[in-house]
């Protein structure tokens, strides 16, 4: 069973920032923050993970509360291209090439 | 991205037939895994394979076989199947860090159809 929580669905106007949260109160000390997302019927795309610190790339930026028990996956401009699946996942650093386990994760749609 | 091929990219087949779905990876990753995704289920973990050996069978049927011949490379091997196979099969690599992380990047998916 995946160890996160995030919403069913969300809606964001393009061009304005995506804040996708996901709880993940049983997170280990030793477990990242990963996030992918999939766009109909293709292979999940890889956006960006973190264990303590916030993070930023050129896709997103990922907020990850204090006591690590949540995180925010945030798309500073959303554009139509963004709509898509987006899954959190835990998982265990350095793990020896485990899988990931995901989710049902969150439906976003990016409207015009 | 082209980092993770996968051919072909979509395949009809019918139950008595033996076909082969085919990724390869041009990443230098060591290794390599197959996932399923049924309609409106999560993706769910098939075969890893570590420097070319099978690490984990998750209770697939016998149906569906395997093949590593080196670490770039990994094959499905599918033959007598059921309607109920039907979905889009995704090839992925990733590269062992000690002490770090190992992303797992995928390729684009086949979608398998079985009529």
């Known amino acids: 069973d995946a160890k996160t929580t995030q919403p069913t669905s969300m809606d964001c106007a393009e061009g304005r920032a995506a804040n996708l949260p996901c709880n993940h109160s049983?997170?280990?000390?030793?477990?990242?923050v990963y996030w992918y997302r999939q766009i109909h019927s293709q292979g999940p795309q890889y956006i960006i993970h973190?264990?303590?610190n916030n993070e930023t790339n050129e896709m997103a930026s990922l907020i990850i509360t204090e006591d690590r028990k949540s995180s925010t996956l945030i798309l500073p401009h959303a554009t139509l291209r963004d709509t898509a699946v987006y899954y959190c996942?835990?998982?265990?650093?350095?793990?020896?090439?485990?899988?990931?386990?995901f989710g049902k994760g969150t439906r976003l749609s990016v409207i015009a | 991205e082209t980092g993770v091929t996968q051919t072909p990219r979509h395949l009809v087949m019918g139950m008595t037939n033996k076909k082969s779905l085919k990724c390869e990876q041009h990443?230098?990753?060591?290794?390599m895994y197959w996932y399923k995704q049924s309609a409106k289920k999560p993706l769910e973990l098939m075969f890893v394979?570590?420097?070319?050996?099978?690490?984990e069978n998750n209770s697939v049927p016998s149906r569906f076989s395997p093949e590593c011949p080196n670490s770039s490379h990994l094959f499905l091997h599918l033959h007598t199947l059921q309607p109920e196979d039907s979905a889009l099969y995704l090839c992925?690599?990733?590269?062992?860090?000690?002490?770090?992380?190992?992303?797992?990047?995928f390729g684009p998916g086949t979608r398998l159809t079985v009529l």
């Open positions: 992925a690599s990733s590269q062992e860090r000690v002490g770090g992380t190992d992303t797992q990047y």
């Open positions: 049983t997170i280990s000390g030793n477990e990242y």
């Open positions: 973190g264990l303590k």
């Open positions: 996942i835990v998982r265990v650093a350095g793990s020896g090439n485990t899988p990931l386990v």
């Open positions: 990443l230098g990753h060591n290794a």
């Open positions: 394979y570590n420097f070319k050996e099978q690490t």
